[in-house]
């Protein structure tokens, strides 16, 4: 009875809002008693807060910071709410005779393998195919001809990315990432540094954050930072990972802008300017300005609206409209999802005008602003 009695309402509710309306809206339409009522009938639970209680001092990891960025609901969820992207629990969704490699496992063994040796092909063929051989045994790797095919397109993977050093002008001479932290670098070529603090006022409180992990690749002098790429073909959130690096570089006071250089998984032999740029007007104060809004809105803000770093980009750099972004999500919902542990856009909307606008200043305006790519002010 209580099935065919959520039925009658739900056809109720669409009747008197087909817009739709979420159980979190209707809730908190009713009066105090009848939402009390309504939640002992149907055994509703407390509303979740929308944010954790955090400990006066706060670890956040850089690939959460950058998730959140990329895609703010799904990194949002996972970071906040503690949603997880895979279940282990699901024996049944496991592969156990694997025809593809990993994904992750792949990236990072690859990224790996290329920031120990880049200029040695040989020495970096030998201790690819070691990793490779050990993440096969883990059952992360395609064994047998499917095996050995992914070898070769991972190496050659690795050649292309050499190559395009060479045509952005990246020296890979003492090249290395930058590990914050404990949880920050993962080969003995990384550089190790201490991880930057920053100071949130949250009115009622202060909450002192650092942020650990590791940042792109970075050359000796931390001119220039290179983003290697799987694919053939480079997007804004590209440039947009390594101004990541660059604005944390700066915020740490190690080095002050550069150029970011996307490597994409390509054999193509000219110049790619287009895949080259320049942000001179990075600076420190301004940086951790920037690192201290972001990680507010992380941390204090619900953020189950439908919108991407993507999207956002598009905005500051001019391509499109806040008002085209709007319409493009209402006319397709799932474009504002993203990749992550939630798989259903049904449940969420689109930010209002006004909260988008808000969003575009605090996060990614400032990404524009640093830009100064063929001189550009």
């Known amino acids: 009875w209580r099935e065919a009695a959520a039925r009658r309402v739900h056809q109720q509710l669409q009747t008197a809002f087909p817009h739709g309306l979420s159980l979190h809206e209707l809730r908190h339409s009713l009066a105090p008693a009848s939402r009390q009522r309504l939640s002992e009938r149907f055994g509703l639970p407390e509303s979740r807060p929308v944010h954790r209680e955090y400990p006066e001092h706060l670890v956040v990891h850089l690939s959460a910071l950058r998730a959140f960025l990329e895609r703010p609901l799904q990194g949002w969820a ?51 195919e070691e990793g490779f051989a050990r993440l096969e045994l883990a059952g992360r790797m395609p064994t047998g001809l ?61 909450l002192n954050v650092r942020i650990v992990g590791t940042t792109e690749w970075v050359s000796a002098d931390g001119s220039m930072c290179a983003v290697p790429l799987d694919r053939d073909k480079a ?39 287009t895949l080259l740029r320049t942000f001179d007007r ?60 939630l798989g259903q856009a049904a449940p969420f909307r689109a930010p209002t005008l006004d909260r988008l606008l808000e969003v575009l200043e605090r996060r990614y305006r400032f990404y524009a602003a640093c830009d100064t790519t063929g001189g550009k002010k």
């Not at 629990?89 to 490699?101: G, M, T």
């Not at 690096?245 to 032999?269: C, D, E, Q, Y």
């Not at 439908?306 to 499109?320: D, N, Y």
């Open 282 to 341: 990075l600076d420190r104060t301004e940086a951790r300005a920037w690192f201290e809004r972001v990680l507010t809105d992380l941390l204090t803000q619900a953020h189950a609206y439908l919108l991407t770093g993507a999207q956002a980009l598009e905005c500051v750099r001019g391509k499109s409209s806040p008002d085209e972004v709007l319409e493009a999500l209402a006319e397709d919902p799932s474009s504002g999802l993203g990749w992550g542990p």
């Open 78 to 128: 996972q970071w906040v709410l503690g949603i997880d992207e895979d279940d282990p629990s699901d024996v049944f969704s496991i592969e156990h005779e694997r025809l593809e490699p990993e994904r992750l496992s792949s990236l990072l063994l690859r990224r790996r393998t290329f920031t120990e040796a880049p200029d040695d092909e040989e020495v970096r063929t030998r201790l690819f």
């Open 235 to 273: 997007y804004e959130t590209d440039f947009f990972r390594g101004f990541l690096t660059l604005a944390l570089l700066t915020a740490s006071g190690i080095s002050r802008g550069g150029t970011v250089a996307v490597l994409p998984n390509n054999t193509a032999k000219s110049r790619p300017t």
């Open 146 to 206: 499917f095996g050995a095919n992914v070898l070769a397109d991972e190496l050659a993977t690795m050649r292309n990315w050499r190559a395009k050093c060479d045509l952005a002008g990246f020296d890979t001479r003492d090249a290395r990432r930058v590990g914050f932290g404990p949880g920050g670098g993962d080969t003995t070529n990384d550089r190790r540094e201490e991880p930057p603090e920053f100071l949130l006022d949250l009115g009622t409180r202060t």
